[in-house]
């Protein structure tokens, strides 16, 4: 979105040369728009959702071989600004939803569907999370809704399609139990930060969650030890 116009150009950065360049493709392109999912799976590019105007559901997909577009048909309301996870051959959508706050995208059929839960699942209409997988778990923090400033950590079992709170508590030395919320239940909330960037590093065992908004200085920046 630059100067009131949705965008649609699609950039490619060289990590190695650091160039940038704008490839030319063929087939028919999605139209603009932001707050899109763009997520990759073996050769292909896949966008869904996102935002112009209208709430936009189709899905299309990038041949990053051959530079083709294609077009996927998709039943399920499209949404903007949500959490995305890959656990082997699925994709994972949370959020931007008053019910049924969770979606999958099967990569080998192309069929998107909600997913029956249980357990205590997040706020679904929380926008701009971040969303980790760990092995068959995903851990979901932080996310923008309205008129709450602290947020419990969750977590999802993608065997048992199953929802729960991913308990975390302060080390006392870089982090106090001040710098969040507690719930009666004794739960620590940490604020809620969305559009982060986010990592799991496996080595050590730690989820890293860097940027986002609100914007602070120095940048917000932290880590959680789930080892």
């Given amino acids: 979105f630059q100067q009131g116009t949705y965008q649609q150009d699609l950039h490619v950065i060289n990590i190695r040369t650091r160039e940038l360049t704008f490839p030319v493709t063929t087939g028919e392109m999605p139209p603009p728009r932001v707050g899109h999912v763009m997520v990759n799976y073996g050769k292909n590019i896949y966008i869904w959702g ?3 105007g209208d709430w936009l559901n189709d899905i299309y997909v990038l041949d990053t071989e051959t530079l083709a577009w294609r077009k996927v048909f998709c039943q399920i309301k499209g949404r903007t600004s949500v959490g995305t996870a890959v656990v082997g051959n699925i994709l994972y959508i949370f959020g931007c939803s008053r019910t049924d706050g969770l979606l999958k995208f099967n990569f080998t059929t192309e069929v998107m569907s909600q997913v029956k839960v249980s357990g205590t699942e997040p706020p679904t209409e929380i926008t701009g999370s971040s969303f980790i997988p760990i092995g068959k778990y995903l851990i979901l923090i932080g ?5 709450r400033k602290y947020q419990l950590i969750y977590g999802f079992d993608t065997e048992k399609d ?3 709170i991913f308990h975390i508590v302060p080390d006392g030395i870089t982090v106090n139990y001040s ?8 739960l620590f909330q940490t604020p809620c930060v969305s559009g982060a960037s986010s990592f799991y590093r496996e080595r050590s065992r730690e989820i890293i969650v860097f940027l986002g908004v609100p914007h602070v200085n ?10």
Avoid: H, L, V
């Fill in 179 to 186: 710098d969040g919320s507690t719930t009666k239940e004794g």
């Fill in 162 to 164: 199953r929802w729960f």
């Fill in 143 to 147: 996310g923008k809704k309205k008129d």
């Fill in 218 to 227: 120095p940048i917000m920046f932290f880590c959680i030890d789930i080892a």
């Fill in 50 to 52: 996102g935002y112009n």
